[in-house]
């Protein structure tokens, strides 16, 4: 009886994966938009015409014992729409996988939320280690 590891449970979905690396015992994956367009979050026009692209790290589930960190290829667009006040924008991902300006994935988010919760203050961020997830107490990170 062999399990399997599908890709759609490491990666969100949306994404596809370009590389993969180790650095300092934390696993890199490296990934980018599976769509080539996004929409203005102003006008909603749809462009296609990349303006820039910059790189985001967030954190992620541990996997296999190890940290992960997601390093997203994100894009700027040209917003084409002649009234709208914007002409450059950051796509935007789906809400329940990565917020904006997000520094790790929502489904970590998720679980850190729900240990806050349940211990609140520096037991959960002992509990959070323990699991090996990224979580800050009092603005200062614990890893």
Partial sequence: MGHSLRSSTLVPRGFVVYNT????????????????????????????RIHSRYQRRLADLPLVGKPVRLV????????????????????????????????????LDHIVHHLGLALGGRPAATSAKRLMLPVSVRGRNTT
């Avoid at 690396?21 to 102003?42: E, W």
């Avoid at 040209?78 to 520094?103: Q, Y």
């Fill in 72 to 107: 997203i290829d994100a894009r700027r667009f040209h917003c084409d729409a002649v009234l709208c006040g914007r002409r450059i924008f950051t796509e935007r991902f789906d809400g329940d996988v990565l917020a904006p300006s997000s520094r790790r994935t929502a489904r």
């Fill in 21 to 48: 690396a180790i650095d300092d015992g934390v696993m890199l994956i490296a990934i980018r938009p599976a769509s080539t367009a996004s929409l203005c979050p102003i006008c909603g026009t749809r462009s296609e």
